[in-house]
Nanobody, 126 residues
Framework: QVQLVESGGGLVQAGGSLRLSCAAS????????MAWFRQAPGKEREFVGA????????YYANSAKGRFTISQDNAKNTVYLQMNKLKPEDTAVYYC???????????????????WGQGTQVTVSS
């Protein structure tokens, strides 16, 4: 059984930075993609970005590209989401997730992932 636990959320002023962490049980990064999604109040959960199982490829939503960076530390079984130049519209609950299948291309849709974390709240004030 794989468990994902997000942390690092909080309140930050617009233009500031925040780094989220997702600690995973087991050696989940050996062949699984890891992704970040977010869900704002009244909205559907949306894709933020992902990193391939090899760690060599990342892909970001247009809203995150140029501002957010995903990385991972296999030794710690942890994936990170570095968020810079935060905007009020970034306010949401952020979730990390592991791909359902191994050795696959990055999927930008929610249905491609399983083992979701509990989420961590990010609030950006203007």
């Amino acid at each position: 059984q794989v468990q994902l636990v997000e942390s690092g959320g909080g309140l930050v002023q617009a233009g500031g930075s925040l780094r989220l962490s997702c600690a995973a049980s087991g050696r989940t990064f050996s062949s699984y993609n890891m992704a970040w999604f977010r869900q704002a109040p009244g909205k559907e959960r949306e894709f933020v970005g992902a990193i391939s199982w090899s760690g060599t490829t990342t892909y970001y939503a247009n809203s995150a590209k140029g501002r957010f960076t995903i990385s991972q530390d296999n030794a710690k079984n942890t994936v990170y989401l570095q968020m810079n130049k935060l905007k009020p519209e970034d306010t949401a609950v952020y979730y990390c997730a592991r791909s359902i299948h191994t050795n696959v291309m990055i999927d930008t849709t929610e249905r491609g992932y399983d083992y979701w974390g509990q989420g961590t709240q990010v609030t950006v004030s203007s």
